[in-house]
RNA sequence: CGGGGCGUGGCGCAGCUCGGUAGCGCACCUGCUUUGGGAGCAGGGGGUCGCCGGUUCAAAUCCGGCCGCCCCGACCA
């Protein structure tokens, strides 16, 4: 047993020996996040692990968002609101606990939300008289404010908004895409006529559309959900698609037109300018740290996350290099006058002074977190009176250049906006790739298990159909799409003739 | 809920078959040498072995029960 013991330890300390310092330091680095190509699934939960967004909770289905993930979270937060606002929206907070009777009050909502409330039934140790739900929408509180607060068409449009937490029970979940509880904004208003309300509906999903090219440099199709992937309650629900690294989709916001489904059930309605008693035409509106999970997913790479500078917290990072003590002391006051002058233009910058861990460790540090722009201040820069400059999208060596430190920082603005520029083109060129036309239901089974992405496609089916695309494929129609050419054709299910243009694709 | 796996320092694991000093890597702390792509050496700290019970002189290891977690299949932003 003991010989046994000791071979085994023998073998195994010769292999680490024998192995060159380079080798064994690629595998460690190599063990830390997966190869998106073997696993993307894997490469995801690592990038999350490696760049500190988010760490798993005790409770099932809940994650900690870390500062970082926050602050990106945050950032995403801060382009949405202006938006909202200039689009004429007010923030405003409704409560966590809804009564249970009020989800019930709208039939197909109920039915919808039904398997995923958690519901409060005690409270101050006693049983509450009547059970509370929590949130998994606000809907229905919201009605029966609007009801009280609406009853001229003097009082309409009403365009709130409100940033908050819900809670959806969640059978399999993952970090960002799918947790129990998760952070959004959802948008409520009501108008006095359908016409006002649908516009509204379009306004917000292109306000969404705006916000993913412009700010996370993702772009999105557009479209209108099929009858069942329809949000519960609404009338229509519109959303926008966009696409992972795997050639997954994921909707990464989504907008109602309810009708009078909900003023029916709580009465919220006003006096016309004829006196005459109508129902308020609503909408609803939301995106959530699901965002997170699709800068992730849309722009990561082998090294980690990319983030795009416009939503990224920390945009540039200084990295000092000094061998002796008295470069050290000039090399560290040139940085910090860098990222002061950076700052001061309103640039996100920061310096690395930790003198714990060498400049190799800190230029995979931040490429992990996704810092679109690094730059490296060393005595051989100093000599020449440059920087290294590294832009995060080109990772590695190859992207390293040289450049004067003089009119450096006015350059800087320059060179985050063709790198935010450049990570939009570049994923929309993937996506462009990733996409295919298909004529019919077996040669989507055929083509999508090899070739991964989005499958436009007529149709004409129902939610009948819809059940029998994902048994065969695992894919189901992401939505009907708005920005579609002239024509018509042969669904690609039924074989019936049809304008309706749609996106299939398996999906999160 | 059905199928598969796992609970051992903060993290990842070995040890269990065949009971006998609780170990390895990473991380952490101290010191010296280092610093342009995840530094090296030396020393050090840290574990009720998921929980409860049983067998035994002795249990991480054997037996019984319970609990928890992860992965794969039916809903959703």
């Not at 966009?242 to 050639?247: K, Q, R, W």
């Not at 916001?253 to 109508?278: I, K, V, W």
């Not at 990222?339 to 690395?352: E, F, K, N």
Request: contains cysteine; negative net charge.
């Amino acid at each position: 047993m003991h010989g046994l013991v000791s071979a085994y330890r023998w073998r195994r300390s010769v292999l680490a020996s024998s192995s060159p310092p380079t080798t064994k330091r690629m595998e460690e680095m190599a063990e830390k996040i997966t190869n998106p190509d073997v696993d993307f699934a894997q490469w995801y939960l690592d990038v999350i692990r490696e760049a500190e967004l988010a760490d798993s909770a005790p409770v099932r289905g809940c994650m900690i968002i870390r500062p970082y993930g926050y602050s990106l979270w945050e950032a995403m937060k801060e382009a949405l609101d202006q938006r909202f606002k200039a689009t004429g929206h007010s923030n405003a907070y409704f409560p966590l606990f809804i009564p249970e009777s009020f989800i019930s009050k709208e039939s197909e909502h109920v039915e919808g939300f039904a398997p995923e409330l958690a519901v409060v039934t005690h409270g101050g140790g006693k049983k509450l008289e009547e059970p509370l739900v929590v949130r998994p929408t606000s809907e229905t509180i919201i009605n029966h404010m609007f009801s009280k607060w609406i009853s001229s068409y003097r009082d309409l449009p009403m365009l709130l908004n409100q940033w908050a937490n819900v809670v959806r029970w969640e059978l399999r979940p993952r970090p960002f895409l799918r947790t129990t509880e998760f952070l959004w904004q959802e948008g409520h208003t009501a108008h006095a006529t359908e016409e006002e309300a649908r516009e509204e509906a379009m306004r917000m999903l292109r306000v969404y559309e705006d916000f993913a090219v412009n700010e996370a440099a993702i772009p999105v199709v557009t479209g209108r959900k099929t009858e069942s992937e329809k949000f519960a309650g609404a009338v229509e629900s519109f959303s926008i698609e966009a696409m992972m690294g795997n050639g997954w989709a994921l909707q990464s916001g989504t907008s109602h037109y309810l009708g009078t489904n909900f003023a029916r059930a709580f009465e919220t309605t006003y006096l016309d300018e004829t006196n005459t008693q109508r129902y308020v035409h609503q909408t609803s509106w939301g995106v959530s740290t699901r965002l997170v999970g699709a800068v992730v997913m849309a722009h990561g790479d082998r090294q980690g996350l990319r983030l795009p500078p416009r939503i990224a917290p920390v945009q540039v990072v200084v990295v000092p290099i000094f061998r002796s003590d008295d470069q050290r002391a000039k090399i560290l006051e040139e940085s910090a006058r860098i990222v002061s002058v950076l700052d001061d233009a309103g640039i996100r910058a920061q310096l690395d002074d930790r003198d714990t861990v060498s400049p190799g460790f800190k230029f995979n540090y931040w490429e992990v977190r996704g810092v679109p722009l690094r730059i490296e201040l060393g005595p051989r820069d100093l000599k020449q009176d440059s920087v290294t400059i590294c832009p995060r999208n080109v990772p590695g060596k190859e992207g390293k250049s040289t450049r004067p430190l003089e009119g450096l920082v006015e350059q800087v603005p320059q060179l985050l906006d063709s790198i935010q520029e450049q990570m939009l083109q570049d994923a929309l060129r993937r996506r462009e790739e990733m996409t295919y036309d298909v004529q019919t239901l077996g040669e989507l089974e055929e083509r999508l298990p090899e070739s991964p992405g989005f499958y436009r496609a007529w149709w004409d089916g129902d939610g009948e159909d819809e059940r029998r695309l994902k048994e065969a494929t695992k894919a189901t129609i992401r939505c009907i799409l708005l920005d579609r050419p002239e024509g018509s054709g042969k669904c690609f299910v039924t074989g019936r003739e049809s304008s309706q243009r749609v996106i299939v694709a398996r999906a999160y």
